[in-house]
C-alpha cells in the first residue's frame, strides 16, 4: 500500500475515533433513568425497557467499533496493516475505504458472517 494511502485511512480512523469520542453518545445518561412517576402502567414500562435496551445496544456497537478503530490504529504502528488477521494477504484499499478498521479480507470476512449466522441460528 502506498504511503500516501495509508496516511489518508490513519486520518480516516482518528476521524471516526474522535466523533465517537466526542459524540456524547458514550455519555449519555438521560434515557436510563427511570422514575416511577415516569411508568404509570406495564405499557410505559415496557417502552421504557425496549428504549433502554436499544441504547445499550447502540452504545455496545459503538464500543465495539471502538475498539476496532483503536486495533487498526495500532496495527498502523506496528506494520501489520493492511493484513488479514486470517490469511496475511493485504486487505484491498477501496475495502478499507469503506471500512478502515477491518481486520479481515472481503474473503474471510463472509467466510466469518456465515459462521456468524449458523451460530446464531443455531445458537
Keep these: 500500500m502506498k504511503e500516501a494511502q495509508l ?30 412517576d ?3 402502567d406495564e405499557a410505559d ?9 436499544i441504547t445499550f445496544n447502540m ?3 459503538e464500543l465495539v467499533k471502538l475498539r476496532s478503530i483503536e486495533a487498526a490504529l495500532q496495527r498502523i ?10 490469511c496475511g494477504d493485504d486487505i484491498g484499499f477501496k475495502r478499507l475505504k ?8 472481503i474473503t474471510h470476512a463472509e ?3 456465515r459462521e456468524q449466522q449458523r451460530f446464531s441460528r443455531h445458537g
Aim: aromatic share 4%; with cysteine.
Design 98 to 105: 469503506n471500512q478502515p478498521f477491518t481486520n479481515l479480507c
Design 77 to 86: 504502528e506496528n506494520g501489520t496493516y493492511p493484513e488479514c488477521e486470517e
Design 111 to 113: 467466510e466469518a458472517e
Design 59 to 61: 452504545r455496545n456497537r
Design 45 to 53: 414500562l415496557a417502552t421504557n425497557v425496549i428504549n433502554q435496551q
Design 7 to 36: 496516511n489518508e485511512l490513519k486520518t480516516q480512523l482518528i476521524t471516526m475515533r474522535e466523533q465517537i469520542l466526542n459524540g456524547g453518545f458514550l455519555t449519555q445518561t438521560e434515557d436510563l433513568h427511570v422514575t416511577s
Design 38 to 40: 415516569d411508568l404509570p
